[in-house]
C-alpha cells in the first residue's frame, strides 16, 4: 500500500483500480501516513493558513427534491423562510465587524431570488466592503444568470457535483439532470469565477468505485475549491433508515482530494463537526483549510436543516468567530481573515 501512496504522493494522481486497491486495502499506519502527506502538501501551497467565510443561509426555500436532504420541497415540515435584501446585508455587517473579508450566500434553489434581485444585493455588498469576497451557493441557474451575478461583482461560486456517478446521481435527484449540473461548473469556470464542486461521502449505495471516479473527476476539473462531507441521514426524507457517512471515512477523502488536487481550498465542514465534536479539527489535519462560520441570524438557523442535529444553530455569531479561531489555533494552524482567495488568483486591490 505504501507503494501507491508513494505514486500519489509524486503524481497527484492513481487511475481507478489503483484507487479502488488503495482504499480497499487501507491499514492505520497507511492513513495516519496519508493524512501527514495530505497536510505536508496543503502547506506547499497555502502555509499554515485556514480561511474564514462567513456563511450566510438566507433561504431555504427550494424547487428540487434531492432525496437526502432536509429542505426538499416535499419536506413539508421546514418552516421555510427568506431572508430580506437589508436582514442580509445586516449579516454580512455584522460578520465584517467580525473581521470577515469572505461571504458565502447560501440557499435552496429559490427562483424568488431573481438575477435582478441578486445583483442589487452582491453590487451592495461590494459598494459597502469592496475588500471582501463573495460567494455563490444557490445551485442550477442557466448561463445568462450566471453572467449577470459575476458581472455584479460575485467572485466564487459553489456547486457540489455530489456524486460523479451518474447512475448514483440519478437515483438520489429524480427528475433532475447529471449533465445540467456538471455543464453548469463549466459554464461557471468559463465565465471566469472560482469554482467549488465535491461530494458526500456514505451515501446509500456508493461504493469505493464511485468514489473512485469522484477523485477522477476533480482531477479533471480542476477547481478552485472542494467541499467533502459525509451525509447525514434526515429523518423527514426518503433515505431517513440510510447509515450515512463516517468521519474516518471523509478524511480519507478529504487526504485523497488534496493530493489529487493539491492547490484546492477545501472547508472542513459543518458536517463533520456535527458528527464529532473535533471533526473539523481533524478535518484541518487531514488537508482541509477553510472553515465556514455561520452568520445567519439566529431566528432562522434551526430551520436551515440540511441535516438534523446541526452544530452552532444556537451561538451567537461572534460566539461562533471565537471558537473557531480556538480550534484553528489549538490545531497548529493560523487564521486568515484576508478573501483567501485560490493561489492562483493575484487577489484584487480594493
Ligand atoms: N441548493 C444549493 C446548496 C445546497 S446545500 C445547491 O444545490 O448547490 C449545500 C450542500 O449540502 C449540498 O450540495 C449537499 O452536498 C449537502 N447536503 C445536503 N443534504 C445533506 C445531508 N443530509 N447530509 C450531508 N450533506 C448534505
Redesign the pocket.
Known sequence: MGDLLSKLGEQNFLNKEEIVHFLSHLTAETKTRLFRMADETRQLHYSKSVYMRGLIEFSNY?R?D?M????RKSNPKVDRYRLTEDEILMCCEEGYALGYRSFVL????DFTFTSRILTRIIQEIKRRFPDSAVTL????RDEEFYRKLYEAGADRF???H?TASRSLYESLHPSMSYDNRIECLHTLKRIGYQVGA???VGLPGQTLEHLAEDLLFLKDLHPEMI?I??????SA?P?REAT??TVEDTLVMIAMARLFVPDALMPA?T?MGTLDPIGREKALSAGANVVMPILSPLSVREKYA??ENKICTGDESAHCRHCIEMRIVSSGYRIDLGRGDHCSYPSPVA
Open positions: 427550494c428540487r434531492c437526502y436532504c432536509g429542505l447560501q440557499s435552496g434553489e451557493s444557490i445551485g442550477e459553489l456547486l457540489r455530489e465535491g461530494f458526500m467541499g462531507g459525509p451525509f447525514i441521514p434526515h426524507t433515505l450515512g457517512g465542514t458536517a440540511l441535516y
